[in-house]
């Protein structure tokens, strides 16, 4: 197996889905991308790494590629935008050999296929653990990419789906929630819609509720009052508070904006800027989320 | 050391060096960019990893910053293009401290504000290794980039400066050569004049000059007759014929196109396609560069 060969590989399995904007993928110094007119990109990197997202006992190789991808996706996702082109930069150890390599690059593409999201190129290198860094990048009418920073107060807040799922399976090593630990899916349409509705900020949950939240409340200085925890079924409280890769997204939005009941949940609503950030049964909540420095 | 603090910290350390491309840098989902009308825009990612790009005895914290950075502003180098913004995913063990992130981000950073590339945002995560990969933007104008595909018979070819430092450096373990492996420059400045003197094809030298040569023949299909190889004084053939990490640029141009003395040395010429890719001494050179699964 040479790099070469590698490349080659790899060029052929990501064929020539490009699309539009790829002007060259892979096989070049970089890859370039003509801009479509009166659209912004947004660019987001995200790791995965042995021992500290995944392990190659639980994921398989196919497991391994399509998280990497998924966790990046997510962040466009957050953004309101639609998936335009990805990098990957993957280590891993050689012993384990073209099989896993088929089996890693099968579970990105075939999650870079469902949201039409173009392999533009990346980095290779043998190492003793595997390591994916991933970067996104998508695209929005200039100017409408939806912020963190945007919540006012008044603003409801909403999340779009039940949580708490990934964690649970982790605590708990079910088999029922496995697939949202090994398989997030991110919600790719969900985030474009909410930009066509009109939403006032936006953040995609993958370090908990209570740490996400947090940081809307940071970036809009604003605070906001939890009232109502979506737990999925079997799911605990503290769970669905502070647990991680959820990858639904939250959100805030005027009161006098109609989301329909399809798209989401209300939970609770923003006030202005208190001593706290985030409120809960008339307590200050403190952020405990996924924090990757606590 | 909290994500959220760091997070302040490397954005406060960033400042506000943006400049007109980047809408939104640090501190949301995704950074937002706004691409200039009429430009292409070129993207390239570099892994610099602990044990295998550097290790932390013999590279500085602000070494591993500054060479994470120069690997991926190489590429930006070799497509003719002007530095626009990056994107850092960071691993690193925490016990390493304060002290040395920020003398990591000063390497960085500094490099940085040197070909006015503005760091955009990232990725962050506590790991045992330090682990960095580098995701670098470059635009030029539209149809411009220069390709590695573009060398034809008849062309000359040249490289931009005398090669094998680095690699003398790292087997004779020189002082003298030390910067070239520590503080590698990306000829930025030079890609974008190459593009302007309407070279036909250019990569960067960062696995050694036999590989990166044989790269080029492969993508223009074409062969090359390397006539003379520009070793810098001490350097051995052999280390600069297939040392990696010289970061200089090697191109092609047609006979009739004048290339000015200071910009590159010429160094053979490209033939129709041969048995093999690249002859040196009336044989065939096997490329014998850097491969990273060789």
């Known amino acids: 197996m040479s790099e070469l060969d590698l490349i080659a590989a790899i060029r052929k399995q990501a064929g020539s889905s490009g699309g539009r904007a790829l002007i060259r993928g892979i096989g070049d110094d970089c890859a370039i991308v003509r801009p479509k007119l009166g659209h912004d990109l947004v660019y987001t990197s995200d790791m995965a790494l042995e021992g500290r997202h995944f392990t190659l006992d639980t ?3 196919a497991d391994v590629g399509h998280k990497a991808l998924a966790r990046s996706l997510s962040d466009l996702a957050a953004m309101g935008s639609k998936p335009v082109f990805f ?18 690059y099968r579970g990105l593409l075939t999650l870079a296929e469902q949201h039409r999201i173009a392999l533009a190129g990346g980095d290779l290198a043998n190492y003793d653990r595997v390591l994916v860094d991933v970067t996104c990048s998508g695209e929005v009418p200039a100017g409408t990419a939806l912020l963190r920073s945007g919540a006012k107060p008044g603003d409801v807040l909403y999340v779009t789906g039940l949580l708490g799922r990934a964690a649970h399976a982790l605590a708990a090593d079910l088999r029922r929630y496995r697939k949202f630990q090994l398989r997030p899916e991110p919600q790719v349409e969900l985030g474009q819609r909410l930009r066509k509705l009109g939403v006032s900020s936006c953040i995609d949950l993958s370090d908990g ?9 940071q970036e809009s200085k604003v605070s906001a009052i ?3 925890v979506p737990a999925a079924s079997a799911v605990t409280e503290e769970e669905a508070l502070h647990g991680g890769e959820d990858y639904q ?3 805030t939005a005027p009161k006098t904006k109609r989301i329909p009941a399809d798209v989401a949940i209300p939970i609770g609503q923003m006030v202005p800027r208190g001593k706290s950030s985030v409120y809960y049964r008339d307590r200050p909540l403190t952020p405990a989320g996924f ?4």
């Open 59 to 61: 994921h398989s190789a």
């Open 249 to 251: 997204l939250l959100f």
């Open 226 to 228: 939890l009232e109502h």
């Open 291 to 294: 924090d990757h420095f606590a």
């Open 209 to 217: 509720l209570s740490l996400d939240l947090h940081r809307i409340c």
């Open 87 to 104: 990098l990957v930069s993957l280590a891993f150890p050689q012993r384990l050999g073209k099989r896993w390599l088929n089996g890693f």
